[in-house]
Each structure stands twice: as C-alpha cells, then as structure tokens.
C-alpha cells in the first residue's frame, strides 16, 4: 500500500492512498440442481482506497511514536459487484525514515492483525 498527503506541525499528517490486496475468502453458494449448498475457496484480488490519519506522539529520544487510521473502499477485481468498506487503527513507532505498524485490518468483512513496515519520506 502506499499514501501521500501532507504533515501538519509535525504532528498530523492527512492523506490518501491505495494499494493491492492478494488473498482467498469462503464464499457461500446456495444449493442447485447439480451441487449441494455449501462453502467454497475463491481466490482475492482487490484495490483499497482510503484516506489515512496519522498522530504523531512526543519523541522518545530518537523514537517516534504513532498511530495510524485509515477508511475508505476495496474495489474487488475478480467480481464487478464486490466493493465493500475498509478500515484500519494501529500504531507504530518509528526511528529516522523507517517505521514498524501494528493494526487491525479490516476488509471483506473480517479481520485481521497485520504487522508492516513504511518508508516515510
């Protein structure tokens, strides 16, 4: 994923961004005359868009703290119909231009912990 934006007194910073999700969802198919109703593995491919907040803490000797929201949409691309909302909050901490996340992703409805890295510029 990436975003771009604008920093604020070095505290705010405000933008948006998107990205490319690769993954596999259950997917429920209601019974037919050939097949049983039941769950079936469908391969993921989708776009998020989502505006991104970010709070800087007060440094900690060369360590910045932070935490991270983001909302928006994933647009999937194996399906016209499937867009579905998006979110994320997290934090991090930070030394110089590099950066390790922690957050809760939330997208096709369900969760996930998600561990990251960013290169701040």
């Given at each position: 994923?990436?975003?771009?934006?604008?920093?604020?007194?070095?505290i705010l910073f405000v933008g948006a961004?998107?990205?490319?999700?690769?993954?596999r969802e259950s997917v429920y198919d209601?019974?037919?005359?050939?097949?049983?109703?039941?769950?079936?593995?469908?391969?993921?491919l989708?776009?998020?868009?989502?505006?991104?907040l970010r709070w800087?803490?007060?440094e900690?000797?060369?360590?910045?703290?932070?935490?991270?929201?983001r909302l928006g949409a994933d647009f999937g691309l194996?399906?016209?119909h499937s867009i579905d909302a998006c979110g994320s909050?997290?934090?991090?901490?930070?030394?110089?231009?590099?950066?390790?996340?922690?957050?809760?992703?939330?997208m096709r409805r369900s969760g996930m912990f998600t561990v990251g890295a960013m290169v701040c510029f």
């Open positions: 994923m990436t975003s771009h934006g604008k920093s604020f007194a070095g961004g998107t990205g490319l999700a690769v993954g209601a019974a037919s005359d050939s097949e049983p109703a039941g769950y079936r593995r469908e391969r993921l989708m776009v998020p868009l989502f505006v991104e800087r803490f007060p900690v000797g060369h360590v910045d703290l932070y935490m991270i929201s194996r399906r016209a909050l997290g934090g991090g901490i930070g030394i110089g231009r590099i950066a390790l996340t922690i957050a809760y992703d939330y």
